[in-house]
């Protein structure tokens, strides 16, 4: 454990130093979030019909993906796959750790250390100046917590199948792809689940990609009330495992055949 722990928290120290990065992408994600605000006002304004979440909520909601954009699971570890398409993956095999276990420590800090230095400037910029609200109570804002860390737990385990993958794709430009779209789409990144027809919402709440953003953002607002957020973990939970053990099992697959490239 504490090889692993030692891993984790290098690579987070290394991802800390892209400030420039940081502030690149924060502009960038304040940007996107004002149109998509503006996209949902225009929505709201022409529409007499009730709708399943306030505007007040819908914008909240879009702050919160805003600021834990970094956590989505679009992309595959840059070095990881470099490694692969260089051959020198061969030498992560050398080392006295579990591979899996390795690659998974490894993206827990891709995906923490980026929406650390981006989530703080937006939480702030949008609580003081772009209508995002206060979490409905301190239930709501503990059980948001708790969802973050078991969406965090999910991305990373979906993020490190598709770095598993690159054992078969070497670019992983397809599936990546194909990932990131589901993801964005089934997540409710691009329009929250409770708007979605009731038939699509009854389909999307089963996959894992709802524990990932829609459901965490949905008990800050307090459209899920706090004492559910149990169902919540459980869902998140149950997911996380099924993508660990297969995983994997697509991991023992890969090394049982691989053949590092050039001999």
């Known amino acids: 454990m504490k090889a692993y722990l030692a891993i984790l928290s290098s690579r987070f120290r290394m991802l800390l130093q892209y400030r420039a990065a940081a502030v690149a992408g924060t502009i960038t994600q304040i940007f996107w979030g004002w149109i998509r605000v503006m996209i949902f006002e225009a929505f709201y304004r022409s529409s007499d019909v009730v709708q399943p979440m306030s505007f007040e909520d819908v914008v909240t909601y879009v702050w919160l993906g805003q600021a834990l954009l970094a956590m989505i699971p679009w992309n595959t570890d840059p070095e990881i796959r470099s490694m692969v398409r260089t051959r020198t993956v061969a030498y992560e095999l050398l080392k006295p750790v579990d591979l899996y276990n390795l690659w998974y420590s490894r993206t827990i800090a891709t995906r923490t250390a980026p929406t650390m230095l981006r989530s703080v400037p ?19 804002a503990v059980a948001f917590g708790l969802a973050v860390i078991g969406a965090v737990m999910l991305s ?9 993958s690159l054992m ?14 589901a993801v964005i789409l089934f997540s409710g990144l691009t329009i929250p689940i409770p708007l979605f027809p009731d038939w699509a919402q009854t389909i999307l709440r089963l996959l894992p990609f709802a524990g990932i953003a829609d459901t965490p953002f949905r008990l800050y ?6 004492h559910e957020v149990i169902w919540v973990l459980a869902h998140q939970l149950i ?3 099924i993508l660990v053990v297969w995983g994997r099992l697509l991991l023992n697959r890969g090394l049982r055949v691989m053949v590092v490239q050039g001999g």
């Open 239 to 241: 997911w996380t495992i």
């Open 168 to 181: 078969w794709t070497l670019s992983g430009q397809g599936i990546t792809r194909i990932t990131a779209a």
């Open 221 to 226: 607002v307090g459209h899920i009330p706090p």
């Open 156 to 164: 990373v385990a979906l993020s490190t199948l598709l770095n598993i």
């Open 122 to 140: 937006i939480f702030i910029l949008g609580l003081a100046y772009f209508g995002m609200e206060s979490p409905e109570s301190t239930a709501s």
